[in-house]
């Protein structure tokens, strides 16, 4: 028995952002925080630095991906000093990023910190951080660099970086799509993930650490970095695993190898296209309960753009809300009688075809 079920057009099941596009389809202007937010950040990035100790400068070109994907890859630039290059500057756009970073939502999921720290450290020894700490380290919009090609002999020490909120997953920013197909094709597998919207800019490591420019043209596939950096990162990552004695593969997501990841009262799977979700079906009495019980226990189930609701026998036996969107219309549903209980399996189609770090929020 299989069904598919779609979402729902009733507007106190729609989600705040199906709400928005209805009310926008109809002609009704509606300003959000998020547009006051993209304002903030537009005259931000637009701000310029003018010399005015007298000093000469030049326009460094730097790239910008939005994590939407109805928004333009734009470049853009910043001002530098032309001495730069004798004067051991540093990565400038660390510094430059900074407000764009903080002008990001403020607010960090302490859950989700410890989830993640549990992981990399173990149950027994997760640091104790408290929510205050990490708010305060969300509002100076700290930067993260992730090396898309490390500086070598071959390229002149030149590597090309994606800038990142450093605590963008904290945040629960939606996740760049692009910036992990870039990463693809710059030979890296597993693909790293991505949250929010990512910057990608150009350094020079000798004879000083100085950034060069870094334009909308060199992010096109057949660029010689682009064609060059899956060897150059293989070449780079032997010497480091030589050096270290071990291995630097990124950690696999929950749910992902096709390991699954337990809750309380259900289970779940991955792969980058699907989410798979087992439900147990129980009986009131604790008796086995048979395919004809659960076909007459009234199952209904329904998918929303980010959330997913089951109800059995007039009560609602789970009730999800998605780390990120599905596609309702690709998601389906079935039962199996295979084992000692009846089990639901939801099959639910991702929007974007990218590892969740979980299932919920």
């Known amino acids: 028995m299989s069904n598919t079920t779609t979402s729902t057009t009733d507007d106190k099941e729609m989600t705040p952002d199906e709400r928005l596009n209805y009310l926008r389809e109809r002609g009704i202007f509606v300003e959000t925080a998020e547009d006051r937010r993209r304002q903030r950040i537009k005259d931000i990035m637009n701000e310029t630095d003018v010399g005015i100790d007298g000093e000469l400068y030049d326009d460094l070109k730097f790239v910008h991906i939005p994590q939407d994907e109805s928004l333009p890859i734009k470049e853009l630039s910043m001002k530098v000093p032309q001495n730069r290059n004798s004067s051991n500057a540093g990565d400038l756009l660390l510094t430059e990023l900074r407000p764009f970073f903080s002008a990001l939502s403020k607010k960090v999921d302490l ?21 205050d700490a990490l708010h305060k380290v969300a509002k100076q919009g700290f930067v993260e660099v992730f090396t898309l090609v490390h500086p070598a002999e071959s390229n002149k020490y030149t590597s090309v970086n994606i800038y990142l909120d450093e605590v963008g997953m904290l945040k629960r920013l939606p996740l760049n ?10 030979g890296f597998n597993p693909l790293p993930t991505f949250y929010g919207d990512v910057f990608l800019g150009r350094v020079k490591s000798k004879p000083t650490l100085h950034n060069i420019d870094f334009s909308k043209d060199d992010i096109v596939s057949n660029t010689e970095w682009l064609r060059n950096a899956t060897m ?12 270290t004695g071990t291995s630097e593969l990124q950690r696999s997501a929950d749910g992902e190898n096709g390991v699954s990841k337990e809750e309380v009262g259900y289970s779940w799977t991955q792969t980058d296209e699907e989410v798979e979700i087992i439900v147990p079906l129980h009986s009131k009495d604790g008796s086995v309960l048979t395919l004809a019980d659960a076909k007459a226990g009234n199952l209904k189930v329904k998918f929303l753009t980010k959330k997913l609701r089951i109800q059995f026998r007039g009560e609602e036996l789970l009730s999800l809300d998605f780390f990120a969107s599905i596609d309702p219309d690709g998601s389906t549903w079935t039962l199996d009688s295979g084992t000692e209980n009846v089990m639901l399996i939801v099959t639910c189609e991702k929007a974007s075809a990218v590892s969740w770090p979980r299932i919920s929020f």
């Not at 799509?177 to 710059?186: D, G, I, Q, V």
């Not at 150059?232 to 050096?243: D, R, S």
Request: hydrophobic share 35%; aromatic share 6%.
């Open 111 to 131: 859950d989700l910190f410890r989830d993640n720290a549990a992981k990399q450290f173990g149950s027994t020894d997760v640091p104790k951080v408290s929510e």
């Open 177 to 186: 799509k692009r910036a992990s197909e870039l990463a693809s094709k710059a």
């Open 232 to 243: 150059e990162n293989l070449e780079y990552q032997t010497a480091m695993n030589k050096i």
